[in-house]
Nanobody, 122 residues
Framework: QVHLVESGGGLVQPEGSLRLSCAAP????????IAWFRQAPGKEREGVSC????????YYADAVKGRFTVSRDNAKNTIYLQMSSLKPEDTAVYYC???????????????WGQGTQVTVSS
């Protein structure tokens, strides 16, 4: 398992932006695909985005397509989720997860971070 740490969450107004980061202190993420999931109160966890071990393959849920961008900087061992045009329905705890391949099934990921809260509200 890889110890993942998310950061960058917070309170933002609708149409605002946030950038989440996912890092693994002391561990290389080069070979891993990294996914972002989110879970809102009373709702099931849902996949948001996933990036393969290089930046060539990135995937997005329909709900965030065109508004969120996932990227990775392997030199910094960090994966980013740039979120723009945020909506109140984007409010959730956001988690990053690591495994060898991208998937929308959270059960396929063996390593998870602790989550970071994103709240979109005026």
């Amino acid at each position: 398992q890889v110890h993942l740490v998310e950061s960058g969450g917070g309170l933002v107004q609708p149409e605002g932006s946030l950038r989440l980061s996912c890092a693994a202190p002391g561990y290389s993420l080069d070979i891993y695909s990294i996914a972002w999931f989110r879970q809102a109160p009373g709702k099931e966890r849902e996949g948001v985005s996933c990036v393969g071990s290089t930046n060539e393959n990135a995937y997005y849920a329909d709900a965030v397509k065109g508004r969120f961008t996932v990227s990775r900087d392997n030199a910094k061992n960090t994966i980013y989720l740039q979120m723009s045009s945020l909506k109140p329905e984007d409010t959730a705890v956001y988690y990053c997860a690591a495994d060898l391949y991208c998937s929308w099934n959270g059960g396929d990921f063996g390593s998870w971070g602790q989550g970071t809260q994103v709240t979109v509200s005026s």
